[in-house]
C-alpha cells in the first residue's frame, strides 16, 4: 500500500466521523419548547386547570382532545417519538398572559407561569407547546 493512500482512508474516515458528529448534534439541537398554533376543542375547559396542564404523548391522545383537523395539524408540527404536548387551558381575565422561561443547562428546565389579568371578563384561554421529550418542566404559582 502506498503511503498516499493511507493517508486518504484516514481522511476519509475524519470526515465521515465529522459528518456523523454532526448530524447526532443537529438532531440534539431541536428547540426545547415551541408553540404550536392548533386549537382544541372547547370541551377541554369543563375539567381543566392552568396549574395543572393536559400531557399529550401520541395521536390516539391528542385525538381526545382536538378535532381531526387540528390533529392532522398537530401531527405535521410535532414528532411524538421526540416530543411531547402540553396543553394549557383554563378561564380568567381576557388580560391573563401565560409566560413561561427556559433556564440555562441540559436538559432544559421550562418554568411556565401565568399572569393575571385586570379586566373582570370571563375569557377562556388555550396555549398549546411541543416540549422535547428530555426536557422538564414545571408550573409556578401567581406571578
Known amino acids: 500500500m502506498k503511503p498516499y493512500q493511507s493517508s486518504k482512508n484516514v481522511i476519509r474516515w475524519i470526515t465521515g466521523m465529522a459528518a456523523a458528529c454532526m ?7 431541536q428547540e426545547p ?19 395543572k396542564p393536559i400531557v399529550v404523548k401520541s395521536k390516539e ?17 410535532v414528532d411524538f417519538k421526540k416530543q411531547f404536548v402540553l396543553i394549557f387551558a383554563w378561564r380568567g381575565s381576557g388580560g391573563d398572559q401565560l409566560n413561561y ?10 418554568s411556565f407561569s401565568r399572569k393575571f389579568g385586570r379586566t373582570r371578563d370571563l375569557r377562556s384561554h ?18
Open 61 to 77: 391522545e391528542a385525538a381526545k382532545h382536538f378535532g381531526k383537523e387540528a390533529v392532522a395539524s398537530l401531527v405535521k408540527a
Open 126 to 143: 388555550a396555549k398549546v407547546f411541543a416540549l422535547r421529550s428530555n426536557v422538564k418542566w414545571s408550573v409556578q404559582g401567581r406571578k
Open 23 to 29: 448530524m447526532a448534534g443537529m438532531a440534539s439541537a
Open 33 to 51: 419548547i415551541v408553540a404550536i398554533k392548533a386549537a382544541p376543542e372547547s370541551g377541554i375547559f369543563k375539567n381543566s386547570n392552568f396549574s
Open 101 to 110: 422561561t427556559v433556564a440555562e443547562s441540559f436538559p432544559e428546565q421550562i
